[in-house]
């Protein structure tokens, strides 16, 4: 079945606590993305990557880093975590082939930071 | 600066009526636009897209149709059905290999 995952689905943590959520695709994809989604804000995306070893700051990467050593995984670094990263984050991809591709979106991860 | 906005942040709309969806870019340089449909507690799904060099795209009972000139575009759903209620985000990318930009969302809510 074509997916993409994320672990883990809910995480508390303290403020300066390093985390990392994982991403994972089985589609072969070129391009992945992180977003998070806030009330009132929708949804924007923190880092994406064309292809492995190809990664681009979205709209609000502050507070992140992103790696692409392979081409399914994505994994979203938090170096030290803050409250105002408290959020629903989404990972998704997509092939690069063609016009109007589609993304697919991962389940979410629900993150709390104390 | 929104680049893409979704000026309503909710939609009511009888069942069997017809849904109307608005987006309006300010980036001239967007290529490709999309609809995803997002239910609580999942992740976004795709919807409809559209290119640029086309006005209108139709998949069943949706269909998306692009005003360039006002840089405005809308998805239509006729007729609306109950599964429907749900967000649904507007995106916009300058080209295949870029950045998506989402607007902030639709609720729908479709009234028995």
């Known amino acids: 079945e074509a997916q993409v995952t994320q672990n883990p689905r809910y995480l508390i943590t303290v403020t300066g606590k390093k985390l990392t959520v994982t991403c994972s695709q089985n589609?072969?994809?070129?391009?992945m993305s992180w977003y998070r989604q806030d009330p009132g804000l929708g949804l924007r995306q923190i880092y994406y990557s064309m292809n492995v070893e190809v990664t681009d700051k979205g709209d609000v990467p502050e507070g992140y880093k992103v790696s692409r050593k392979e081409k399914r995984n994505f994994p979203l670094i938090l170096e030290s975590p803050s409250p105002n990263q408290t959020s629903l984050y989404f990972c998704?991809?997509?092939?690069?082939?063609?016009?109007?591709?589609?993304?697919?979106f991962g389940p979410g991860t629900r993150l709390l930071v104390l | 600066d929104q680049q893409v906005k979704q000026n309503s942040p909710s939609l009511s709309v009888q069942e069997g009526r017809i849904s109307i969806l608005n987006c309006d870019y300010t980036?001239?340089?967007?290529?490709?636009f999309l609809w995803y449909k997002k239910y609580p507690a999942e992740g976004p799904t795709f919807l409809i897209s559209i290119s640029s060099i086309k006005d209108k795209n139709e998949d069943g009972r949706f269909t998306v149709f692009l005003n360039k000139s006002a840089k405005h575009l809308s998805l239509h759903i006729v007729p609306s059905q109950p599964g429907d209620s749900a967000v649904y985000f507007c995106?916009?990318?300058?080209?295949?290999?870029?950045?998506?930009?989402f607007g902030k969302g639709t609720r729908l809510h479709i009234l028995p």
């Open positions: 995106a916009a990318r300058p080209n295949r290999d870029d950045k998506i930009i």
């Open positions: 589609m072969n994809h070129e391009y």
């Open positions: 980036n001239s340089m967007f290529d490709y």
């Open positions: 998704a991809s997509s092939p690069l082939t063609g016009g109007g591709e589609t993304q697919y």
